[in-house]
């Protein structure tokens, strides 16, 4: 992004990282938000809403400190969890309603995960309890791949319209010829 927080980024009139915590918010009373550590200003983007903010300190190892920190803070009541990157500007509540309405249709899954409408697995992603140990011990930057290549025959793939569940803007070109798709 040569420089540019790409969650900085306005989407309907919002920082990118606010929509989608008011995304998560319009589906869940219980939200939390990986971030680096306080000093980010990442942390003002959310002001005034109504979620948990998870400090990430090692969060410079990737992606797997991010999911380790997280799902080691949820509750041990809570039966399922869903991770919502912050940086796919496609996603809405209505696919998280999908993802949700398919957990409810095939509660012997362990893995429900957002598809494109060709075929492509994508985000985002609801684990069941039974891999949140495993989820909490993550490392690096591989994120949990390997825990859903595990789950084998027990990962249900959600179709959401379009690329929605594949959209993921690195570049500040990217982010213009995204922009210039929404007119």
Same mark, same amino acid.
């Given at each position: ?11 309907? !009139?919002?920082?990118?990282?606010? %929509?989608?915590?008011?995304? $998560?918010?319009?589906? +869940? #009373?219980?939200?939390?938000?990986? @971030? ?25 190892? !990737?992606?797997?400190?991010?999911? %380790?920190?997280?799902?080691? $803070?949820?509750?041990? +009541? #809570?039966?399922?969890?869903?991770? @919502? ?99």
């Amino acid at each position: 992004m040569r420089g540019r927080d790409k969650l900085c980024e306005i989407i309907d !009139g919002v920082p990118l990282l606010r %929509r989608q915590a008011q995304i $998560a918010l319009d589906i +869940s #009373t219980h939200v939390l938000v990986a @971030l680096p550590s306080r000093a980010h200003p990442r942390y003002n983007l959310l002001s005034g809403l109504d979620l948990e903010v998870i400090e990430v300190p090692d969060a410079a190892e !990737g992606i797997g400190a991010s999911l %380790r920190t997280v799902f080691e $803070a949820i509750p041990m +009541s #809570t039966t399922h969890a869903m991770l @919502l990157l912050a940086d796919m500007p496609d996603i809405t509540a209505t696919d998280l309603g999908l993802i949700i309405d398919e957990i409810q249709a095939h509660p012997e899954a362990l893995v429900w995960r957002g598809m494109t409408e060709n075929g492509k697995p994508g985000h985002p992603i609801a684990f069941h309890r039974q891999l949140f140990d495993a989820l909490a011990c993550l490392s690096g930057d591989n994120g949990g791949r390997d825990i859903i290549k595990a789950a084998k025959d027990r990962v249900r793939l959600v179709c959401l319209p379009g690329q929605r569940a594949r959209c993921d803007l690195d570049t500040p070109e990217e982010w213009a010829a995204w922009r210039s798709r929404q007119i």
